[in-house]
């Protein structure tokens, strides 16, 4: 019996220092965790037109005159921009590389071919107007001096807009 009253607990002091240090160590490794789960929700594109400018090709036969508008781009967000759309003066561009027939317009981007841009990557845009056309054609309203207004739409559903004169 004597035995056990001499055994002494830890005293209150080193009882206090150990909670408290445990306590702290499971409020870092819960705040790393929570730091961690809120970084995957909070990502977000955001493409800057850094540059914007036209240039015009006269027409070579069969080839008809053209503008070559070129966009420089830059991904300033955290997350990965998927371009899938390029507007100009609002009405939807066909795609392809290559200038078409006149009065149409063409631009590198389209939906089978998106334009992802990676977080803090460059790259460029390039929209071709054909000059001319019909009535009713978009390129038919735009001459030297035009204004046009090119939107890039992406698939987070944001759009980035710049207008360029045509020269």
């Known amino acids: 019996m004597t035995l056990m009253r001499e055994r002494k607990a830890i005293s209150p002091v080193i009882a206090t220092v150990i909670l408290v240090a445990v306590a702290i160590t499971v409020a870092v490794g819960v705040s790393y965790w929570m730091s961690g789960i809120s970084s995957q929700y909070t990502q977000f594109e955001k493409v800057e037109i850094q540059t914007g400018y036209a240039t015009f090709t006269a027409e070579v036969a069969p080839a008809p005159a053209y503008w070559t508008i070129t966009l420089s781009i830059k991904n300033g967000g955290s997350a990965t921009a998927t371009l899938t759309h390029v507007f100009v003066n609002d009405v939807p561009v ?3 590389t290559a200038v078409g027939v006149a009065g149409t317009v063409v631009a590198e981007v389209d939906t089978t071919h998106t334009l ?3 977080s803090g990557a460059s790259g460029e845009v390039n929209v071709w107007i054909a000059a001319g056309g019909a009535l009713g054609d978009p390129a038919f309203y735009l001459s030297s ?3 046009v207004n090119v939107k ?5 559903g944001m759009d980035y807009i710049k207008l360029i004169r045509l020269p």
């Open 152 to 156: 890039l739409h992406s698939a987070g």
């Open 94 to 96: 066909t795609y392809g």
């Open 145 to 147: 001096g035009t204004t």
């Open 116 to 118: 992802p841009l990676e």
